[in-house]
């Protein structure tokens, strides 16, 4: 078993139709856990560090709010529980992480989780969390017409093993655009590109098993995937990181200008929702 902190899923129930999903920023370790990996700072290096702080003001959109505080190395909420990989043929991660995105082994040796504890973690943390969520676009659901669900994630610009060269600072992912709306991914990719940052849509990152999962546009669920490159929104040491060097700290003042084109995003989404 596992002992998980009080209160690691909160919900922010809002009255827009716009729900914002925060799956992987929870750097939260169990101390069974904590004690099976090869280092706390491994297991949590691949956060979406910072990216709650990123998407703040969207509690004053009104916008429901899903967070886990849960490292993704306890389980990652963002993958197909079947094992059924996002990404056939490219390097990816697992329901329950067995290496970084680097390649690097999370666990001691003989400390990888079998069937059974990834079953049992999957029961105390994936499903509470897509409980919440369903429900809430459920709710949602009920009271307008259409509802956008935006998954919020962020990585580092340079991992060789799962992309090559620098990451695009906005990747859009509408599953290949059967998660959401042409219209709205068009006003998305246009919102990014007056940004004067680099983008691209249904590239390396086409959205992961909460887009292709709830994404469902002839229900009037349209869902949106927004990988970000961190070098977008922090200071990013590149091309390596290490203990001493990363996460790099949150500055409000660094992030502003991206947060600008997301706040006009989540409000193009808001728009197109509300029918405008």
């Known amino acids: 078993m596992f002992t998980l902190p009080d209160k690691w899923l909160t919900v922010r129930q809002g009255n827009a139709p716009l729900v914002i999903s ?3 920023t929870g750097h939260d370790l169990p101390p069974e856990l904590a004690a099976r990996v ?3 700072w491994l297991a949590r290096k691949d956060c979406d560090w910072w990216i709650d702080d990123l998407y703040a003001f969207a509690a004053k959109l009104d916008a429901t709010i899903i967070h886990t505080s849960l490292s993704r ?5 963002n993958r197909d529980p079947s094992g059924v990989s996002l990404y056939p043929g490219q390097a990816t991660t697992e329901l329950c992480p ?3 995105f680097d390649g690097e082994p999370l666990y001691q040796p003989g400390q990888v989780p079998d069937a059974a ?4 973690r999957r029961k105390l943390a994936f499903d509470p969390y897509h409980a919440a969520l369903a429900g809430e676009l459920q709710r949602l659901r009920g009271r307008n017409t259409r509802v956008v669900l935006y998954d919020c994630h962020s990585i580092r610009s340079v991992i060789p093993r799962l992309f090559e060269g620098e990451l695009p600072q906005f990747n859009i992912g509408t599953h290949s655009g059967a998660a959401c709306d042409a219209r709205l991914a068009a006003e998305i990719e246009k919102l990014c590109d007056q940004s004067g940052r680099s983008r691209v849509t249904n590239g390396r990152f ?4 909460i887009t292709r999962n709830y994404g469902k546009p002839e229900t009037g669920i349209h869902a949106v995937q927004m990988e970000l490159a961190c070098r977008g929104y922090m200071r990013e040491p590149m ?4 203990e001493a060097n990363w996460p790099g700290a949150y500055d409000p003042a660094y992030a502003a200008p991206i947060r600008a084109t997301l ?7 808001l728009a197109f929702a509300k029918g405008a």
């Open 22 to 24: 925060l799956p992987h």
């Open 38 to 40: 090869v280092s706390p």
């Open 73 to 77: 190395t306890l389980v990652d909420v």
């Open 98 to 100: 067995s290496t970084t």
């Open 117 to 120: 504890e990834i079953a049992l």
């Open 206 to 209: 086409k959205g992961g098993y």
């Open 239 to 242: 091309p390596d990181v290490s």
């Open 263 to 269: 706040q006009s995003v989540l409000q193009a989404c």
